[in-house]
Structures are given as C-alpha cells and as structure tokens.
C-alpha cells in the first residue's frame, strides 16, 4: 500500500522559514520522481518543485525554498524561506512513475 506523509507545517510570520517533510512507503522511492505541490483557498493546485533526474522550480517560490531528497530515508524535503503571505495553502507530496501518488497534505499559514 502506497503511503505519502507530509509533515512539518504550521504557522509562520513573513520572513520566517519553515521545512516540509514527506515519507514514502509502499513503492520504490528512488524510482520516483518526487515534488511538492500547493493548493491556496479557492486557487488550483499548483506545483512547486520537483526532485527527479533534475530539480525545477515555479519561478514563484525560486531562490527561496529548495527541495531535495534522501532516497536512504525514503523522504523528499522542501526547505521554504523568507516566506510570504501568498506562500500560504496546502502542500502536497507527488510520487510519479507510471502512476501518481498524493499525500494528505500539511496546511503552511504565512502571517503576522
């Protein structure tokens, strides 16, 4: 059984920092291509970042947050700086192969 769990989100003021963590079972992590996604309310889910045979990021969130991956723990991290209020939504971890995987999801609330 495929399982993707986020953590790692909360509250932040502007400026702040905050790393989001996903953990993979159930499929061969490394295999994977792997990214963060993000839903605001009343937006589409948008992507963030992705860590596969190259990194890519929305030219939204560039030179501020970073992903990366530990194949060895099975997780993919995405490291967010300097955070703003329109940083604020639902962030999701994708596997992506053949098929997609989601996780539930970890609510980032950007705001003083």
């Known amino acids: 059984q495929v399982q993707l769990v986020e953590s790692g989100g909360g509250l932040v003021q502007p400026g702040g920092s905050l790393r989001l963590s996903c953990v993979g079972s159930?499929?061969?992590?490394?295999?994977?291509?792997m990214s963060w996604h993000r839903q605001a309310p009343g937006k589409e889910r948008e992507l963030v970042a992705t860590a596969g045979y190259n990194t890519n990021y929305a030219d939204s969130i560039k030179g501020r947050f970073t992903i990366s991956r530990d194949n060895a723990k099975k997780t993919v991290y995405l490291q967010m700086n300097s955070l703003k209020p329109e940083d604020t939504a639902v962030y999701y971890c994708?596997?992506?192969?053949?098929?997609?995987?989601w996780g539930q999801g970890t609510q980032v609330t950007v705001s003083s």
């Open positions: 159930g499929f061969t992590f490394s295999s994977y291509a």
């Open positions: 994708r596997a992506q192969r053949v098929n997609a995987y």
